[in-house]
């Protein structure tokens, strides 16, 4: 079992950063892949970012691409996601998650994740 908690979120203008912080502990967290998903009023859950848990593999949504870096602090059991250059289409609850077994073709998928957070709410006003 793996528990996580995001904090982080608040409201920033058009242009601004955030840095997201999610916390785990439980099972041995180095070893897991962690990510990080939005979900916008209204739409699904959808993948922003994942990294190994060595940290030398990373992969990103084109949608946020350039703008979004993750990163992880296995001694302080951490994954962080840096986010400049926000836009209003940024405005979601963002979660963090990790998973057992990372799938390569499915990783993209909320349902292939095993452990989540419970949110923290990012606002980018324009």
């Known amino acids: 079992q793996v528990q996580l908690v995001e904090s982080g979120g608040g409201l920033v203008q058009a242009g601004g950063s955030l840095r997201l912080s999610c916390a785990a502990s439980g099972r041995t967290f180095s070893r897991n892949t962690l990510g990080w998903f939005r979900q916008a009023p209204g739409k699904e859950r959808e993948f922003a970012a994942a990294?190994?848990?060595?940290?030398?593999?990373?992969v990103y949504a084109d949608s946020v691409k350039g703008r979004f870096t993750i990163s992880r602090d296995n001694a302080k059991n951490t994954v962080y996601l840096q986010m400049n250059n926000l836009k209003p289409e940024d405005t979601a609850d963002y979660y963090c998650a990790a998973v057992i077994l990372f799938s390569s073709s499915g990783y993209y998928q909320a349902k292939n994740w095993d452990y989540w957070g419970q949110g923290t709410q990012v606002t980018v006003s324009s």
């Open positions: 990294i190994s848990w060595s940290g030398d593999f990373t």
